[in-house]
């Protein structure tokens, strides 16, 4: 289903997507997130609004440069908006994600990943890269099954790493420059929900597993 949103331009210097950018939408249904993306008087957008049922609604063009992400970087891009595709997760960020908008999800994903070639390391939440704003889609998302079904990574957790080394390699990952608090605290939003007190060597493990296995290829901003 389709409800374009005027909230749209063109992609800067021809650029064409190649992350994918998952938020949700902190408004009590999809309806209203809908309104709200739809209205230009907000100037926010984004490409998909996936609802608590399932339901799909695309509200701007795949090819166009959605306003969803902000200010922000993933890697070496600067301009996220005209390198991604922006999904909102009908959700106030206070409850689980419901299975039949998980699956919807995954649908949506599978397709976008396929049309624009998009790998599964280029799929990051809000908070991924906007640390010092964001924390969509939140503690409550499950980004391992997305990475059990090939849409986005998830790290084995083998080792343990050095605390003091955290930071650069989630640099190398992706995650922008900033203090280390809050890269820790959008690292552990995504990957360990659960964790609290200062960087440890479990954070520091992982973020080199992640930063070895996925190292981010900026290009172009």
Request: contains cysteine; negative net charge.
């Amino acid at each position: 289903m389709s409800f374009p949103s005027p909230n749209c331009g063109e992609r800067r210097g021809g650029a064409r997507p190649d992350l994918i950018v998952i938020h949700y939408t902190a408004m009590a249904s999809a309806a209203e997130a809908r309104a709200r993306l739809c209205d230009p008087a907000h100037e926010v957008s984004a490409h998909w609004l996936i609802a608590e049922d399932g339901g799909v609604e695309q509200l701007v063009d795949e090819a166009m440069r959605a306003w969803h992400a902000g200010a922000g970087a993933w890697g070496g891009v600067t301009d996220v908006n005209s390198r991604s595709i922006g999904i909102e997760l009908a959700n106030t960020g206070a409850q689980p994600f419901p299975e039949p908008q998980m699956a919807a999800l995954e649908r949506v994903l599978a397709g976008i990943t396929a049309r624009w070639a998009i790998r599964p390391e280029r799929v990051i939440g809000h908070s991924d890269m906007a640390p010092a704003r964001k924390s969509d889609p939140g503690p409550r998302f499950d980004w391992r099954r997305l990475a059990m079904a090939g849409l986005s990574v998830w790290p084995e957790g083998r080792s343990v790493g050095r605390p003091a080394e955290f930071l650069g390699h989630a640099r190398r990952f992706g995650y922008p420059d900033g203090e280390e608090g809050l890269i820790l605290r959008a690292f552990r939003l995504r990957f360990r929900p659960w964790a609290e007190g200062p960087v440890d060597a479990v954070d520091a493990g992982l973020a080199a597993e992640l930063a070895l296995r996925f190292p981010v290829d900026g290009g172009p901003t």
